[in-house]
């Protein structure tokens, strides 16, 4: 449900909805009620693409038993299908006190719709456009989050930040692809640290 507060932020999210707990009404109502073809649904409380599922027209018997199952256990998210996150990739935007320290680009498998490395996902070191880091950049400045670290994930569509998430509690930094990038955070750790003495 945060992704409605970064929309609020000023953060450009796909179409999305919460669907509470216990809601009434098969999964095609409510995607016909937003006027989705197309839809991703999974719980709200979620990772690495646990039980997300994507919804291509009609939903199907399978999509209605998983949407029965997680309304019953949990509230569920469901969002409009932004296909340029299969198509293009999702940018991993890594900020260390709220300030740009590098990115990472994240694949989908062909014919999977989910970035993750558990669904066969890849990650490559890539330099993003400028003007996408300037609005990973613009948004963090507005959320205004004080965060030592955090990460934004989101896809270009029209030449513009479409954010699928936000991660500040414990986010993959991709140490791995930006050499320096662990010394960076060290340093903002320490400052932090510092500032609190």
Request: aromatic fraction near 8%.
């Amino acid at each position: 449900g945060y992704l409605l507060d970064v929309a609020r932020g000023g953060g450009r999210i796909p179409p999305t909805t919460i669907i509470a707990r216990g809601a009434v009404g098969l999964l095609r109502d409510h995607l016909h009620r937003e006027g989705w073809h197309d839809a991703v649904i999974k719980p709200a409380v979620s990772a690495t693409g646990y039980r997300t599922r994507l919804v291509r027209g009609q939903p199907s018997d399978a999509d209605e038993h998983a949407f029965a199952e997680a309304i019953a256990a949990g509230d569920v998210l469901a969002q409009a299908y932004v296909p340029e996150v299969s198509e293009h990739g999702e940018w991993s935007f890594v900020f260390f006190e709220g300030r740009y320290s590098h990115a990472a680009l994240k694949r989908a498998a062909p014919g999977e719709f989910r970035v993750h490395i558990e669904w066969g996902g890849t990650v490559e070191s890539a330099a993003p456009p400028p003007a996408l880091i300037a609005q990973a950049q613009g948004l963090m400045d507005a959320l205004a989050l004080r965060a030592t670290y955090g990460r934004v994930d989101g896809t270009e569509v029209g030449g513009d930040l479409t954010v699928m998430e936000l991660e500040v509690i414990e986010p993959e930094l991709f140490f791995d692809r930006e050499p320096g990038a662990a010394a960076r955070l060290a340093d903002a750790v320490e400052r932090v640290l510092e500032s609190r003495t």
